[in-house]
Structures are given as structure tokens and as C-alpha cells.
């Protein structure tokens, strides 16, 4: 049997749950431009009816409606769109630290330039050329000196550059990793939170979004897997090993590396490369991209320095013909971080620099052969030879400087820089291309998990008129209850 006040009750009921549903569409719009928010839903389910099957139930037919009730507030996520994303971000964010370093790369190379290390060695070879025109001009001479002072510069700085970058790359990897802890740590946090009050039946949607957002910035630094754990929790691994697990995370750190000054990771204590993500690209970026160039640098400064060495201390100067023309076995080039007076070969593209004897003299520039009827100030033997370097085929060999392969000086810059343009341009068609696929799965998350305004007011309107509604009807059963107990009864008074 229905209560006399049931109209009541049942319009109460509705005006509660358009209320909540009103409450919630407002939350909607308010977060609409929040990073990560996800779009949630009140569902609304009819109550009980009466009368409700029992023993002592009435046996009157029909079941009256007794109104409604809200259910549970949804967050609308599609879970397995958010592991796509996930998947996808670990490698955009590879391909992203990759494009960087090559960028930068190409950026201090500067090939093709009137500038650069290719311009600077094809006007040191030319001023040898025109040395060989007049072996006794003293502006010849000069140009020669700083032509190949150019020449010794360029590489330093190039190979200082890369030192920096190198540098610049190990101070990411220590900076990314307090990012990679802080993440953790604060995903521990929700964690906490989220176990709190989901044993109490509540739905926390918005402590679910932050963790999501904080789940979707470290899968781009790291592979991550994410599995549910007990009251709503997750448990995050990397690579296959523990990162979070419930309210705890494991720490991140670096430490230096003894023999190379760079920064190692470690994860929960023991050592840890990352092979995916944006540190895995800079693992590589540190320790294979730039060392290798860095390399081929090297082995271009130590055979362009020693051809040129070799013949320049079997020449004859000005000066060892004043003094009766011997050669004075004097080296062009010498290791800028030799002992003074040295006569040890450059190690190193960064270790280039111009004898200081030539620095102090022009005549100490070897542009003549030894002639055994003496030789003249004329001869011009050994500048044509020097010269003639830039075109001579190089053999390979077995020692760490050595070329692997047969080449001229040229053709060896020449293949280290359209090797780094190809590196360049594959990074960068990968990383558009998983740009683009990540902006598409997100535009997919987003079409189920966005706020969409114009829906939202209709939603509003919707909710607003279901109100109003559940309101009249409350006035309505009232007006009756009214006229039932201060009308009725009344005749004859």
C-alpha cells in the first residue's frame, strides 16, 4: 500500500537526481580546458517499486514507480585507448631526443657553408697551391700559416661543441631522472588517496585523472606497463621492473660513472638503461651518436694532420737553406697539449694547433725538397706535394685513427656529413610519423573522454527542464495533500 505522501517522496527523489546531474555537467564545463579531465556522466537508475516482491507483500497488481536515483557518477575512459597512447608516447618520445641531438649536430657542422670545416680545408689547400706558384712570397707564406690556423680553430671548436652537447645531454639525463622520481612518487601519492576511499564506495574520477595525466608524461621518458591493483590502485613498471607498486615507488637516481664522468641510472638501487622512450634517445644521443661523430672528427684531424706532417718534415724551409739546407725535421702541427717544444702529432680534432716555430716565423714553412746540388729558395717541391693531400687515396687500417676503408680526406668529411643528413631526415619522418599517429590516438580519447561544450549546455538545458519539472510535480501533489487535510472533513462548519 502507497503512502499517502508518495507524490512527495518520488518528486524529491527527482529533484535530487537532476540536481546531481545538473552538478555534474557544471563540473563537466568548469574542467573543460583542464589537462587530462575526463568527461563524466551521472546515471540515473529507477528505485525500487512498490510493492516490492515478499511474503507480506500486496498482492494488488502492478508495481508503482517509487522514482529515481542516482547510481554512480561515470568518468567516461576508454582504457584501451589510454594503452595505445602509451605505447605510442614511448616512441615519439625516442624519436623526439634523437631529432634534437642530430639537429643540434647538423647545427654546429654548418656543411654545406662558407663557414664550415669543408670550406675552411678547400681554402688551406688552395693556399698551399698558390704557395707552390712562389715559394719565397712572404703573403704566401702567410696565407698558408692562417689558412692552416683556420683549419686547427675549426676543429677545436667543432669537438669543443661536441663535448658540449655531450655535456649538455648528460645534464638531461640527471635532470629527466628526478622527473622520472617525482612522477612516481606523486602516482604513489593517488595511489594513497585513491585506497583510502574507494573501500568506502566512493568513485574518486578526478584523482583517477591525475594519475592517468602523470601516467601519460611517463610513458613518453619510459616504457611503462600499468596493471590494476587492489581499491583502485595501479602498479607501474619500466621495462619489466617494479617502479610503483600500491602506495610505494621505487627511486630513480643517477650516479657517476668512474671511468667515463658520465651519469649512470639506477632504479631502486641497482643499474637500469632505459631502451625505450625519450631517455632511452638520449642514452644513445650520449653515449653513440655524439662519441661517433666525435670519432670520425678525430680520425680526420689525425690523418689530415700526419700527411701533412710527414712530408712537411722531410721539406726544406727559408731558414734550413740559410743554414746550409738541411731539414730541420720540423712538424706543421703539433698536439696543443704536448709538452712546448714537442714534436708528438695532434691525438685529436681538439687537440689541433700550428707549431709555434711557424707561428714565429713564415720562413720556417717547409715549401722545398732537399736537392743533393743544394737546394734553391725556389723549389717548390714540397708545397705542390701537401697540396697534392687533398686528392690522395688513404688505405685503411687496423689502429683506432685509422680510416676503414679507402678515401681521400675529402671523401671521408664528406660521407661523415651526408651520413648525419640521412641520421637527420629518417629521424625526422619517424618522429612525424609517431607524432602523428599519438595525435591520432589522442583525438580518438578525446572524442570519448573530451568535454564538449555545445553538448554539455544541451545536457544542461536537459537536466534544468527535468528539474522543473520534478519540482511542479512537488507542488502539485502538495496542492492535493492541502486540499486533503485542511479541506476535507469541513462540510457543515
Known amino acids: 500500500m502507497r503512502s499517502t505522501f508518495h507524490g512527495l517522496e518520488v518528486s524529491k527523489r527527482g529533484l535530487f537526481a537532476q540536481q546531481a546531474a545538473l552538478n555534474t555537467t557544471g563540473h563537466n564545463i568548469a574542467n573543460a580546458n583542464t589537462e587530462g579531465y575526463s568527461r563524466q556522466r551521472a546515471n540515473m537508475q529507477a528505485t525500487t517499486g512498490i510493492p516490492y516482491p515478499g511474503m507480506h507483500a500486496s ?18 575512459r576508454e582504457d584501451f585507448l589510454d594503452l595505445q597512447y602509451r605505447n605510442e608516447s614511448k616512441r615519439e618520445g625516442y624519436w623526439d631526443a634523437r631529432l634534437e641531438t642530430l639537429e643540434k649536430l647538423e647545427g654546429i657542422m654548418n656543411e654545406p657553408s662558407e663557414t664550415g670545416l669543408q670550406k675552411v680545408m678547400d681554402q688551406m689547400w688552395q693556399a698551399w697551391q698558390d704557395l707552390a706558384k712562389d715559394p719565397t712570397n712572404t703573403s704566401a707564406r702567410a696565407v698558408v700559416r692562417e689558412r692552416s690556423k683556420a683549419v686547427a680553430d675549426t676543429f677545436n671548436s667543432l669537438y669543443n661543441h661536441l663535448q658540449e652537447v ?57 616504457g611503462i606497463q600499468v596493471t590494476p591493483a587492489a581499491n583502485g590502485m595501479v602498479n607501474v613498471t619500466i621495462e619489466g621492473r617494479d617502479f610503483v607498486n600500491g602506495a610505494q615507488s621505487q627511486p630513480v637516481a643517477t650516479q657517476q660513472n668512474a671511468q667515463t664522468g658520465l651519469l649512470d641510472l639506477t632504479l631502486g638501487g641497482g643499474s637500469f638503461v632505459p631502451t ?34 710527414d712530408l ?36 685529436g680534432a681538439g687537440s689541433v694547433a700550428i707549431n709555434p716555430a711557424i707561428l714565429a716565423s713564415l ?20 708545397a705542390l706535394a701537401i697540396a697534392a693531400i687533398k686528392f690522395k687515396v688513404l688505405q685503411p687500417g687496423t689502429g683506432p685513427n685509422d680510416l676503414q676503408e679507402s678515401s681521400t680526406l675529402d671523401d671521408y668529411y664528406r660521407y661523415t656529413i651526408g651520413q648525419l643528413g640521412i641520421d637527420t631526415q629518417e629521424a625526422m619522418r619517424n618522429q612525424q610519423n609517431a607524432e602523428l599517429i599519438v595525435g591520432t590516438i589522442d583525438n580518438q580519447r578525446q572524442s570519448v573522454s573530451g568535454v564538449s561544450i555545445d553538448d554539455e549546455m544541451a545536457d544542461l538545458v536537459k537536466f534544468q527542464h527535468a528539474y522543473n519539472a520534478s519540482a511542479r510535480v512537488m ?17 457543515g462548519l
Open 312 to 347: 712537411h718534415r722531410t721539406g726544406v724551409s727559408l731558414q734550413d737553406i740559410k743554414n746550409g739546407g738541411a731539414s730541420s725535421d720540423l712538424p706543421f702541427f703539433v698536439d696543443a697539449n704536448a709538452p712546448a717544444g714537442s714534436k708528438d702529432y695532434p691525438k
Open 475 to 491: 507542488t502539485s501533489v502538495d496542492e492535493i495533500l492541502d486540499k486533503i487535510i485542511n479541506g476535507m472533513g469541513r462540510v
Open 166 to 222: 655531450q655535456r649538455d645531454l648528460n645534464n638531461v639525463i640527471g635532470v629527466k631522472a628526478m622527473e622520472i622520481n617525482s612522477l612516481g612518487q606523486q602516482i604513489a601519492a593517488l595511489n594513497r588517496q585513491i585506497g583510502d576511499v574507494v573501500p568506502h564506495g566512493y568513485q574518486p574520477n578526478d584523482l583517477y585523472d591525475q594519475r592517468d595525466v602523470l601516467l601519460d608524461k611517463l610513458s613518453k621518458l619510459v
Open 59 to 76: 498482492m494488488e497488481p502492478g508495481l508503482l514507480g517509487t522514482g529515481v536515483t542516482v547510481v554512480s557518477l561515470q568518468r567516461l
Open 363 to 382: 720562413d720556417a714553412i717547409a715549401a722545398a725538397q732537399p736537392e743533393a746540388s743544394g737546394t734553391p729558395a725556389g723549389n717548390n717541391q714540397n
Open 276 to 309: 625505450t622512450g625519450y631517455m632511452a634517445g638520449v642514452y644513445e644521443a650520449r653515449g653513440q651518436i655524439v662519441p661517433d661523430l666525435m670519432h670520425r672528427l678525430d680520425v680526420l684531424a689525425v690523418n689530415l694532420t700526419k700527411e701533412i706532417n
